[in-house]
């Protein structure tokens, strides 16, 4: 599956944000400057980031497994909270 979002919070702070959030669940395997791929007994995840449109960011999760495995609700908490990083009064909720 892959998702998207796109976001006002800077390509730098988003990479951060992949490092601390999933470096410690999944094992890395693909580093560059806005590109993080990593693996794990979940599966296999991708994460880009690209400057778009001046003043935003596009962030892009690809995971190989079938939608709503717990692999993609990761992926999608994540970007529950690149979007808290943006608008810090939005309250995380779902089962993500």
């Known amino acids: 599956m892959k998702y ?44 880009a980031v690209a400057a778009e449109g001046g003043h935003y960011t596009l962030v892009t999760v690809e995971t190989n497994q079938p939608g709503e495995s717990e692999l993609d609700r990761l992926a999608k908490r994540f970007l529950a909270v690149v979007h808290t990083m943006a608008e810090p009064t939005h309250s995380l909720r779902g089962a993500y």
């Open 4 to 47: 998207f979002h796109r976001t006002s919070v800077p390509p730098e702070a988003v990479m951060g944000q992949v490092i601390a959030f999933f470096g410690g669940r999944l094992t890395p395997v693909e580093e560059g400057p806005r590109r993080r791929a990593f693996t794990g007994v979940l599966g296999a995840l991708t994460v």
